[in-house]
């Protein structure tokens, strides 16, 4: 009877988590398509503002962003704050108008710096009351939405995570619960087998079997020498990896993402690492490179932000980058307040061992990630190759040496591939593996 | 007992080796002092610099070899003036364009695009908006704003005279007239050399370029500006 009413019972509460399982994933899909709803309600009032949107974004956005200061003002309702007719010309042509001593015109001119701002003869009147249009959408309702919209993702984000819990959580105790009803079921059907005077067999007493084993001088000598081997095999790949650096990837002071910046948005990897090209070391751009673009991006998109890494986390490492290099978002201006960033070095060649990067980048042409492995898709920097000796002098046997536009040696590659009875001359044949090249 | 005391000697060990591997440490060395650099080697650190950084600007007023005056403030005056006045000084070569293209595609072409009409990857992927075509006639850009640009920055660009020296802003510069005249449909640089018969050198024929555009951008405009 009691068995009955145990199994009855872990079926129920299987069946109940299940359907709470379902009700709240559910809920958290409703939440998901509620978003973008609500953002696409936001409509406009006024000339037409898809059309001024382009023209913003085609003409001005490249000085002038909504809300926020910067080569130019913000522009959020901007033609409540002037004349319309005045704006107009002012947007045609604004030295015009500095230079005819418009008061306004000059007060602004004299603000931004005497910061010229392009003419736009191009743009007629009506596409200029659209850019206005856009640019007099309330900053209010459509940052509300998008903020509700990014709260319910957010939460829906959160909440795929809280139910990814709560399903590992439920699982974990139906297994429980399982396994508690089979002892419970075992202890009753042994109770029930004893009451019932059934008897179990005992088991008989036999030799060990290690005991077996340790009787056995064959056996145990065998054993030995296997074990003696196969330490002396591991203790043999334990040292020759000490000194490897081998995907070391620490943690870095700002958390600088490869994969978004070289693989996702394709930036070349001389952009910032400029120096590769001509001279020994592939320098740390100084932050006035990152500044170059991140003057500009102060914020990630939305749909930059992964799972492992929210959009939030990313922005507070743009704002370490402004702490560092003393960067005023509000103002747009420096500070002059620098506090220079500890990044840690991850490739470093002991010092007897001599290395230059412009030898390679540029002369020979080889690609960064020959020897780097593929950083644009590192999240975070790591070491891919060991930067040992055995690894160097590999690809400098493997590797032709680059011959073509490359007069001055044309005749010198030629005798060394006569010499060798090869079309083509390796690094090695070169002398690119002779000690003197890298020891000295 | 025994048993159990065997396993946790066992998992203890297995624990140790493991956490030899520890991605975030560096492992360890055999003879550190070989490894370690004698004298202050680039980015190092050292307890006779400021804040210990072995990175420094050089001394103020040091002048660095092959060091070209640039007497250029970072003003609209003197841009207007670098628009004018600033000629390059290199040949117009079929080695110096292709050495401005590469450069080009390095650190102009994210932004500005293959083909310089200002639709890069970042425009597309709406990181940076707005970017002007080379062929923006109310810009009429030059070889001499284009260097000048290329030093101070303008606007949302910033500069990069720490990325590119003296030469290859020229040969960068040569690179951003060929794609102007291509956008406005007009001869390069080196055919339009080829075409003048006479000594002229490579500026004039970079102005005589902007002066045939004139016309032609006028209808290219429209479709520019949309875009």
Request: glycine share 8%; with cysteine.
């Amino acid at each position: 009877m009691k068995k009955v009413k145990y199994r009855n019972l872990s079926s129920f509460l299987s069946f109940l988590l299940l359907a709470l399982l379902l009700t709240v994933s559910t809920s958290v899909s409703a939440q998901d398509e509620a978003a973008p709803d609500e953002a696409a309600a936001t409509e406009s009032a006024g000339g037409d503002v898809a059309a001024g949107e382009d023209l913003f974004k085609a003409n001005c956005a490249a000085c002038h962003k909504l809300d926020r200061k910067a080569t130019g003002p913000a522009l959020r309702g901007v033609a409540d704050k002037y004349d319309r007719d005045w704006l107009h010309s002012w947007i045609k042509d604004s030295q015009a108008m500095v230079k005819a001593g418009d008061p306004q015109a000059v007060k602004i001119f004299e603000e931004y710096n005497g910061a010229v701002m392009q003419s736009f003869p191009q743009l007629s009147d009506i596409d200029i009351d659209n850019i206005l249009a856009y640019t007099s959408q309330p900053k209010t309702e459509p940052q509300v939405a998008q903020t509700a919209a990014g709260g319910a993702q957010g939460t829906g984000d959160g909440g795929g995570g809280v139910t990814n819990d709560i399903v590992l959580g439920a699982l974990a105790l139906v297994f429980l619960l399982l396994v508690v009803m089979l002892f419970l079921v075992t202890n009753t059907l042994k109770r029930i087998a004893t009451a019932q005077g059934v008897e179990y067999p005992e088991k008989e007493k036999r030799t060990p079997i290690w005991k077996a084993f340790v009787q056995n001088q064959f056996l145990v000598l065998v054993t030995t020498i296997v074990l003696l081997l196969g330490a002396g095999y591991f203790a043999f790949g334990y040292m020759m990896q000490i000194g490897v650096d081998e995907g070391y990837a620490p943690v870095q002071p700002i958390h600088y993402s490869h994969k978004i910046h070289a693989g996702d948005n394709g930036i070349d990897c001389n952009y910032c690492h400029s120096s590769a090209r001509r001279s020994k070391h592939s320098g740390i751009p100084s932050l006035n490179v990152c500044m170059n673009c991140h003057k500009n991006i102060a914020e990630v998109a939305p749909e930059t932000a992964t799972e492992e890494y929210s959009k939030e986390f990313y922005d507070g490492e743009i704002s370490k980058l402004y702490d560092a290099v003393g960067w005023d978002v509000e103002e747009q201006a420096y500070t002059g307040e620098e506090k220079p960033v500890k990044w840690v070095r991850i490739h470093n060649l002991p010092d007897l061992a001599y290395f230059n990067h412009s030898q390679h980048v540029t002369v020979a042409g080889i690609a960064c990630q020959e020897c780097h492995g593929p950083v644009e898709e590192f999240e975070i920097m790591k070491q891919h190759a060991p930067l040992t000796m055995g690894w160097c002098i590999e690809c400098h046997r493997e590797t032709n040496v680059k011959m073509e536009s490359n007069e001055y040696y044309d005749k010198i590659h030629e005798q060394l591939a006569q010499k060798y009875g090869v079309e083509k001359v390796t690094v090695a044949q070169m002398g690119g593996i002779e000690c003197g090249k890298c020891h000295y | 007992m025994k048993n159990s005391l065997h396993i946790t000697i066992a998992l203890l060990v297995a624990s140790t080796l493991v956490s030899c591997f520890n991605e975030k440490e560096r492992n360890y060395q055999y003879f550190p002092n070989m490894y370690q650099p004698v004298g202050y080697e680039a980015y190092g650190e050292g307890d006779i610099f400021v804040n210990g950084q072995e990175a420094k600007l050089p001394a103020e007023g040091s002048v660095p070899r092959g060091y070209v005056p640039f007497d250029y403030e970072n003003t609209t005056a003197d841009k207007a003036r670098a628009k004018t006045e600033l000629k390059n000084p290199f040949e117009i070569s079929e080695e110096n364009i292709n050495e401005g293209e590469a450069l080009y595609t390095i650190y102009c072409a994210v932004c500005h695009g293959d083909k310089g009409d200002g639709q890069g990857i970042l425009a597309e992927r709406e990181k940076f908006l707005g970017i002007p075509s080379y062929a923006d006639p109310a810009r009429d850009i030059t070889m001499g704003d284009t260097y000048f640009v290329q030093v101070h920055g303008l606007n949302a660009m910033g500069s990069y005279a720490s990325q590119v020296d003296h030469k290859e802003r020229w040969q960068i510069a040569m690179h951003v007239m060929d794609l102007k005249a291509a956008l406005n449909g007009n001869p390069g640089l080196l055919e339009s050399k080829k075409q003048n018969t006479s000594d002229s050198t490579e500026v004039d024929t970079s102005e005589q370029d902007n002066d045939n555009t004139n016309d032609t951008e006028a209808s290219n405009t429209s479709e520019e500006e949309t875009n």
